[in-house]
């Protein structure tokens, strides 16, 4: 009977047409348990999952499908980011043709960067960097009595857990989507960190560099406390007159009434009060072009960073900083990535990728198994031998002694037999 071979797998253009991706479930059932890992911990998205589609799952199964996706995902934004490379250091006569897109309009862009610090396992923190981006629009506050205020919508996501270096590299792609070099003016309200000015002299170097104004009255604030305390009717007078002038007046006038404090009335005299003023006074002075918060309320630019200190607390914080959510350090970029496309409404347009991604990862890894198992276990078939000429000779016999000696045959002659010597013995018997 003939054994039966083992069965290998293979690829079936039928597949590509219906999406199906690896693994025993539905593209949409895989779908959705990524879905959910990305938006819950894994054990709930786990629970969630079986309770919806009567599917059974494991919390260490959801965790590594929704890495999986996310790791997808990471690999086809860096590719993107390497093809922007590339066609940059092309000449220009061979870069590619721009897109059939619509260019951005010339509207008003708010571009902000800030970080998150969150635990990894083994008791680490480590800072997650984020961009925001947005259009900015003039909408009602109720609780600002100037009449309408600008705020960013259409807001977009990129985190990642990188140096600033890498980051500012990793973000390009998101950058050319969102036509930040195609907008007409760009708004970045930052917190005054070197590196996040490092990040705009790099990806955005025409923005106008705002320094967040929460950010600015803190100055003033750790300033003034420090010479009258943290809850006398002097501090608190005192920083209300300034911060309603930093925000509608004349920063150098804050500036003089910072320079002004007479530290010499701190309850308790020493270096300290000193020390923050000269610091505060410093910081603001250095960023003086950053603080014409009057200037820019007038051309209708947001003064603060709000919309990515959102995204700090909603995208990135939400997911990864909650009670008992310590992750290994390579997996929390893919779930950052899965966020920044589930909370910015992208999650369609971003699963198509992933699950290309992943079918074309297939593919190569069977070929490459394939080549593997060819090359370590060659044809079992003998080689065919080259050609070669071959002589064929008889037989050679023992010679006989000759039957017939002077023309008679000789006594072991077949003549001198009895033709019937058995039928005469037959006869003499009877």
């Known amino acids: 009977m003939r054994s039966a071979r083992p069965a290998r797998s293979g690829f079936f253009p ?10 025993p479930w539905s593209p949409s059932l895989q779908e959705a348990l990524a879905r959910l890992g990305t938006r819950l911990p894994f054990a709930q998205a786990a629970a969630e999952f079986t309770a919806f589609t009567q599917v059974p799952v494991s919390d260490s199964t959801t965790r590594r499908h929704t890495e999986a996706a996310g790791a997808a995902y990471v690999a086809v ?3 993107d980011v390497d093809r922007i490379e590339q066609e940059a250091r092309a000449p220009r006569h061979r870069r590619a043709q721009p897109s059939s ?10 571009g902000s960067v800030d970080g998150a610090f969150v635990p990894l396992v083994g008791g680490e923190w480590a800072e997650v960097k984020t961009r925001a981006v947005g259009e900015v629009v003039l909408a009602p506050d109720p609780a600002d009595p100037d009449g309408p205020q600008p705020h960013a919508t259409a807001l977009s996501y990129f985190s990642r857990l990188a140096t600033a270096e890498t980051f500012t590299r990793l973000a390009t792609g998101e950058l050319e989507r969102r036509g930040v ?16 000015q490092g990040f705009l002299d790099v990806q955005c170097p025409q923005a106008v560099r705002i320094l967040d104004f929460p950010h600015a009255v803190e100055y003033l604030t750790k300033a003034v406390q420090a010479v009258w305390g943290h809850d006398s009717a002097q501090s608190r007078t005192w920083l209300e007159h300034q911060r309603h002038e930093l925000q509608h007046g004349n920063p150098s006038t804050v ?3 910072l320079a002004r404090l007479p530290v010499q009335q701190a309850p308790d005299p020493s270096a300290a009060a000193t020390e923050a003023r000269a610091i505060s006074l410093q910081y603001l002075t250095k960023r003086l072009d950053q603080i014409q918060y009057a200037t820019f309320r007038q051309q209708g630019y947001p003064i603060g960073s709000g919309c990515v200190e959102s995204a700090n607390t909603l995208v990135v914080e939400a997911r990864v900083k909650g009670s008992g959510m310590h992750g290994e350090r390579e997996h929390v970029d893919p779930v950052l990535a899965l966020r920044n496309a589930l909370c910015r409404g992208r999650w369609s347009e971003a699963w198509q990728p992933i ?3 992943r079918r074309l990862t297939v593919r190569q890894q069977r070929a490459q198994r394939q080549q593997a198992h060819h090359a370590a276990r060659p044809c079992r078939r003998a080689p065919l031998l080259p050609p070669v000429a071959l002589v064929l000779t008889p037989p050679t016999r023992p010679a006989r002694p000759p039957r017939i000696v002077n023309g008679r045959p000789t ?10 010597s058995g039928s ?7």
């Open 355 to 357: 699950s290309q991604y």
């Open 181 to 196: 070099d195609r907008a007409g003016v760009v708004v970045a309200p930052l917190d005054g960190a070197e590196w996040q």
């Open 255 to 257: 500036r003089k009434a």
């Open 101 to 110: 897109a619509p260019p951005v309009p010339a509207v008003l862009l708010q």
């Open 411 to 420: 006594a072991d002659h077949p003549w001198r037999r009895p033709f019937l």
């Open 424 to 430: 005469r013995r037959f006869a003499s018997s009877h």
């Open 14 to 23: 039928l597949d590509e047409q219906l999406g199906l991706l690896p693994g």
């Open 77 to 79: 934004q860096t590719a």
